[in-house]
């Protein structure tokens, strides 16, 4: 079946066709048959360098050698257990050790459920009803942080969700990003707040960029005022490096989630943080967790395999952010928008200037960038179909790719 007739049928048996918003294109979207490397081939027999990369996970590109033997060797061996396996140690030691700070970790399933989870122990910790999230900021889909949420929240234009219930939502305090004395002047103000949750690069409707001192002079305030400050580093995770923003920014938070990279291209979450917070998380304390998937076999294994090739090439790093560097200098001085990358991670906005938070990410002019976005598919390139979420370069992308993108870039914008 190709594309169109798969997409009619799956809206008469899944809400919207899908089974996340985002991928919700109109007037229907595209069903990958394949992916090798950096490109995927749909159902309609058409190949595409791919930026969406899985939003994220892909580092190493599709289906990666190393990754998929290592999963087969572990399918042999089983891909579910109910039980401890000597690989949540083993990838625990490596994870706590590329933190700093960040002394015990627990592994979860998604990426929402850690952030669901890290806001529970903060609350445990503290003993505060209160949290607070950066606008724009997307945390998952769970009620406490769908509030001005990024990714498919803004795109939808819907940045709350009915059957949130007013009275949970209302323990949710949002300030803009980039902006260290509105932190200040809420925290001094409100004394009830157990943490502050913030992707340190804001990855869902970005990337933005945080300002000279701003991840420094949050972590301060957070401290003065004894709230616990939580980097959600799901998407920048081992995406910015070894150790992700915490460690490029020289900032050590009390609480870290993590997701995506970390399960090599498999579902996975977890979340990290000092011993003294983590050691009330069930059973050690009275803060309740549990998951029948936590720790799974398959995840972990494919997450070792791609951290481990990340430990042993760290010239990578450098290779994808020259190679994302290199598409904006392609393209500067066209256009009537901005190019902002950080790492592999990249954008181009539809706004003269770099936005610095989600108001001014919010100007951009939608309607061209679907024109544009349209333009690269039709080039062969597919981008994160929205304006409010971000492109990946992977070790798979060569610089033929680079060039093929930034070629499709300067005649699409």
Known sequence: MKSSELFATAKTLMPGGVSSPVRAIRPYPFYTAEAAGSHLRTVDGDTLIDCCMAYGPLILGHAHPEIRRAVASQLERGWLYGTPSPLEPEFAR?????????????????????????????????????????????????????????SGATTTGVPDSAGVLPELVAHTRQVPYNDAEALETLLSTNHDIAALIIEPVLGNIGPVLPEGTYLQDIREITRTYGVLLIFDEVITGYRLGIGGAQVQYRVKPDLTTLGKIIGGGLPIGAFLGRRGIMELVSPAGPVYQAGTFSGNPLSLTAGLATVRWLHDRPALYTKLAERARAIGESIAGTGNGSFVRSGSMFKYFFRPEPPKNYREVKECDTEAFGRFWAGMLDCGIFLPPSQFETNFLSAAHTEQDCTTIAQAYAQCR
């Open 94 to 150: 490596i994870i706590t050790g590329d933190h700093p700070g960040m002394d015990m970790v627990r592994f979860v399933s998604s990426g929402s459920e850690a952030t669901m989870a890290a806001i529970r122990v903060a609350r445990g910790f503290t003993g505060k009803k209160d949290i607070v999230k950066i606008e724009g900021g997307f945390h998952g889909a769970h009620d406490a942080v769908l509030v001005k949420a990024g």
